[in-house]
């Protein structure tokens, strides 16, 4: 009735208190209050514990008795209601109360507060605080609140929650409850005032329990007398005890613990078969967990590595040193191997060209247990006049570093493809003897200056190692190096794996991990200096003649090994690029030219892992592999783009079938089309470029010379379709044509994609809607068998030039460490695998129990998920890293084709790092789709989007008029009444 009634006052006056109402009775808790009898107001003012109760219906007020974990005295705290939708809750365990309303919480949470401790009668001791809070009171040491407890409403009961990340005092936060479901609520929680990480130490008080933070430091000048504190001491600490006022936004998980959820399960099961309908306690409503429901997935859903052993496998490397270019692929079983595969001759000295080549030791009589001995060749020695002289853990007498004089080299005989069953040999033998059969990670550090000559900051970073001019030595030495670092885990060519032997760090030659350090010459030439502040480490690394001298020569060999090896690629580049453009004007003069179809079908696979991660789509074959990468791929999958370097090349399906390379398994017919196959696929390896961008500001750049090589192809200027489509495009016996697609050149996601011709005129078109202009993703799977899905299912109406059908698997989270990493984290998150000491960032040794599986309910499965998991761009959200979110990967789809073309160059600008310190992640960068452009106002960007759909990739002008874009003949079509007036116009102003 829009009137104000006062209601009956309670027993306490108060103020910064909260309030919730449930159940017709108003709850009220804590607050301030003031002593009147005590003259100095700071003194008068403290924090009550209160906790009242207002019955709406009787207007009586009653003292609420506290069950559980006290609250204590608290003011300024946030209050939340939970909500749990009792629609989708079919099972309880109590009858709900007569008073009970659709809309009253389950439970309350509050979080954080305020305490302003009674001083009316002088500072308190350490006993008095120790009687009224028990063991809590050292958390009073500081006036702010980091307690998180939840107040039940049926059962008037506190529970204190344990956070999994020690969280930072806060006070009058504000939060919202997301949703609850599926274990969980989630609940956004920002703002407040308090103690901050930018005023805290970096030393840590075990009394608290909380990290980050010295709080002996930060004692309120009223507990001097409780904590022995001496007030000067305090005063002249460097820390200021002033508050912070926080503009951070998180998101918070909240959920029971697994006893209690099974509790819940036990008790639903029960009720379920009695036919009774009550309201459940717990704080969700539903019993399964994200968490719990990952960590007890099958072992058939828990990503395992699968390696391929063929030469052309894009798995080899994580098991064996050997490349593609170790192999003969001109081995046919009737005429054997070629017949220069064997060289009976020396090997000349000095020759460049036999780095990395296998070579065979004969004739020695220092060391002649080495005779007949395979390994790979080093750089010549030019005061040795020999050769270095790789050897493999797995050959005998290694592994080692030998120098060996050319006359005693021999090349030695290349495996041959169809191998397969002597490799396995070779890798259950290393396995017998706990030998290392693959070529180490690779640990790459490099000292930059970060200026110069032409201030153009989109060199690569070896490029960047080349700068030596004085004005550069002299600008890093005012404005700094950069320093940078990653690691390697993908193949190594066969060059590139002699010239890391030969200029690794500390006898890491053969270590797990190879460590590699580059100084830039402009940093090397400023050693000398007596002054260089910005750099000290690389200085004193440098400093000494001898030092610099070593260091010297291993800056020479790998940039002469890259110099070569990019005069040489960037020649092959163009080769190649006009191939593919002499190609496709062949195709086009042709009596009968081959056209492009309207739609390719993409099946993309991530290699190496089971169950497969897979991706199935409908593109467009005008889409340019650059825009294919960042605005299809890259959501589909669940990559970020724009943050790693990216390649792509073209390959034969070279992988041996199951059960082939196996003596009696086989016919003589099959035999020699399985060599074929392997023979060709290798071959293309041989010929093939990579295509990817020109220009990239990615740390893993660093990696290209490794294998990539030392130039790509523009992926700018080439499509999809001049890939495919050609007078003598690789296709196989099915008529499809394979890529291989490489994201992220250091931890190396190395994808299989097979491109297929979908026609229009077969039953296919119905799993499409009738606007698809550019790419549509028809299905994906990944991380769990496959479903039943019946078919495609029924596509939106606005589909256009991607879209995502089906699609099971999540993506792996980026920078985690390669294939081999992110199976062996899986494993351990799923209790399949124990923790190791470089598992965990606990500080405390004490606390953690390594050599042990760990499960969602310990801190040390929590700091795992949050390090490996979550720390990463495309893994912030708490769910399973094994699901894959179909209508989420459609709407990144949808939102990417919409966005600004993507260009390579800006990378660098995604490098962070996410801090967990606070257990709270940020999940609310939610892109949403833009809208199609208006076409009656296409000024700013007719050229660059579609006039129909406002798609921005595979867009192709009016021939008319060249002022206005479509992304296809269908929507050019659509849109020719509103166009042909303005067409028409532009012509004829033209022609004047």
């Known amino acids: 009735n829009f009137k104000w009634s006062a209601l009956k006052c309670g027993f306490v006056e108060r103020h910064c208190h909260g309030m919730w109402a449930a159940h017709d009775k108003l709850y009220i808790l804590g607050g301030r209050t ?46 939340l209601p939970i909500h749990h939708d009792h ?45 009224k809070y028990g063991d809590d009171c050292h958390d009073f040491k500081i006036p702010y609140r980091n307690r998180l407890l939840r107040f039940d409403i049926s059962t008037n009961s506190w529970t204190l929650l344990k956070p999994t990340r020690e969280l930072l005092p806060k006070a009058q936060s504000f939060a919202a409850d997301i949703s609850s479901g599926h274990g969980q609520t989630r609940l956004l929680v920002g703002g407040g005032y308090g103690y901050g990480i930018n005023c805290t130490p970096d030393t840590s008080d075990n009394k608290t329990g909380m990290k980050g933070m010295d709080f002996m430091d930060f004692v309120d000048p009223v507990f001097k007398e409780v904590f022995d504190r001496n007030m000067s001491e305090i005063g002249n600490n460097e820390h200021s005890t002033s508050p912070v006022a926080s503009q951070n936004i998180y998101e918070v998980t909240i959920a029971d613990e697994r006893s209690f959820v099974k509790d819940i399960d036990e008790k639903q099961g029960s009720n379920s078969q009695s036919g009774s309908n009550s309201n459940s306690n717990n704080l969700i409503g539903q019993s399964s967990r994200w968490a719990w429901d990952f ?27 050997l490349t593609y270019q170790d192999f003969d692929f001109s081995y046919t079983p009737s005429l054997g191997s070629s017949a220069n595969s064997l060289s009976p001759d020396t090997l000349p000295p000095n020759d460049v060209s036999t780095l990395g080549v296998r070579v065979k030791m004969v004739d020695l009589k220092g060391r002649s247990d080495l005779n007949g001995q395979v390994a790979r060749c080093g750089p ?97 030495e005012k404005e700094g190096y950069m320093l940078i670092s990653d690691t390697y885990h993908g193949p190594v060519s066969a060059k590139a794996q002699a010239v890391l032997r030969a200029i690794a760090e500390n006898n890491t030659t053969f270590k797990h991990t190879m460590v590699c350090m580059f100084f830039s010459t402009a940093i090397t030439n400023a050693a000398n200096t007596k002054t260089t502040n910005n750099l000290p480490q690389c200085k004193s690394d440098l400093k000494g003649h001898k030092a610099r001298q070593s260091h010297l020569q291993k800056h020479e060999l790998f940039t002469k090994f890259y110099r070569d090896l990019k005069r040489t690629d960037s020649q092959r580049v163009k080769l190649f690029e006009a191939h593919l453009a ?39 074959p005008n889409i340019s592999m650059q825009n294919l990468h ?35 398994k086989e016919n003589d017919q099959s035999k020699e089309m399985r060599y074929q196959t392997l023979n060709r696929a290798c071959q293309m390896m041989h010929e093939e470029c990579w295509i990817g961008p020109k220009t990239s500001t990615a740390l893993d750049t660093m990696f290209q010379p490794l294998y990539i090589g030392g130039a790509m192809a523009n992926d700018k200027k080439l499509s999809l379709g001049d890939l495919c489509y050609g007078t003598n495009t690789p296709m196989n016996e099915r008529g499809e044509t394979n890529l291989q697609y490489v994201h992220d050149f250091g931890d190396w996601w190395s994808h299989t994609i097979t491109i297929t011709t979908f026609d229009d005129k077969t039953e296919d078109i119905q799993a499409l809607p009738a606007n698809v202009s550019v790419a549509h993703l028809l299905s994906g799977r990944g991380g769990c068998p496959p479903e039943d899905i019946g078919g495609y299912p029924t596509l939106p109406a606005n589909v256009s030039v991607a879209h995502l059908l089906s699609g099971r698997g999540g993506c792996p989270p980026e920078d985690i460490g390669g294939v081999s990493k992110y199976c062996r984290t899986m494993a351990q998150l799923t209790g399949k695998l124990s923790l190791t000491a470089n598992d965990s960032n606990t500080t405390d040794s004490n606390r953690t129990n390594y050599n042990k599986t760990v499960q969602p309910s310990s801190k040390e499965w929590w700091d795992l998920l949050n390090s490996e998991v979550r720390a990463k761009l495309n893994w912030t959200a708490l769910s399973s890293p094994l699901d894959f979110d179909l209508e989420a990967a459609r709407s990144n789809v949808e939102t990417a084709i919409r966005l600004p073309k993507q260009a390579s160059g800006n990378e660098r600008d995604k490098l962070t790092n996410r801090d967990f310190k606070t257990g709270l992640a940020s999940e609310t960068n939610h892109t949403t789709i833009p809208q199609a452009p208006n076409p009656q106002d296409r000024t700013d960007f007719k050229k660059t989007v579609c006039a129909v759909c406002g798609v921005t990739v595979a867009l192709k002008l009016c021939n008319g008029c060249k002022s206005i874009a479509f992304c296809g003949r269908e929507h050019q079509m659509k849109h020719w009444p509103v166009h042909k007036v303005e067409c028409k116009r532009i012509q004829k102003e033209r022609k004047k």
């Open 87 to 131: 629609d989708h809750d079919h099972t309880h365990t109590n009858p709900p109360p007569s008073n009970t309303h659709p809309d009253d919480p389950s439970c309350v949470i509050v979080w954080g507060g305020y305490t302003e401790v009674d001083q009316s009668a002088g500072p308190p001791s350490f006993e008095s605080m120790q009687n």
């Open 295 to 321: 960590f007890d997935s099958s072992s058939d859903k828990i990503p395992a590595l699968q390696v391929d052993l063929a030469p052309c496998s894009p798995t080899l490397h994580t098991v064996l040193d």
């Open 630 to 664: 960042h605005q299809v791929l890259c959501p589909a999958i669940g990559w970020t783009n724009n943050f790693h370097c990216y390649a792509f090349r073209r390959i034969g399906k070279g992988l041996e079938p199951e059960g082939t390379g196996v003596p009696g």
């Open 380 to 476: 010549w020695l030019v005061d040795q006049q020999r050769y270095q002289v790789f050897l493999s853990a797995y050959e005998p007498g290694g592994p080692a570093i030998v120098s060996v004089k050319p006359l005693n080299l021999r090349v030695a005989k290349p495996w041959n493809v169809c191998d397969g069953h002597k490799l396995c040999d070779l890798l259950q033998k290393c396995e017998n003897t706990n030998l290392c059969s693959r070529f180490p990670v690779v640990s790459m550090h490099m000292a930059l200056p970060s200026v110069t000559d032409s201030g153009n900051k989109k060199l690569s970073p070896f490029d960047r190692l080349e700068l030596k001019s004085p004005a550069v030595s002299e600008k890093a």
């Open 582 to 620: 002499s190609e496709k004007q062949t195709a086009a003069l042709q009596t009968q030219p081959v056209v492009p179809p309207k739609w390719f079908k993409i099946t993309v696979s991530l290699d190496g892992i089971i169950p497969k991660i897979q991706r199935e789509l409908i593109v467009s």
């Open 34 to 79: 003031i002593h009147t009898n005590v003259n100095n107001p700071i003194k008068a003012s403290h924090s009550i514990c209160d906790f009242d109760s207002y019955d709406i219906q009787t207007k009586i007020w009653r003292k609420e008795q506290v069950f559980g974990d006290a609250p204590h005295d608290i003011s300024e705290y946030t209050v």
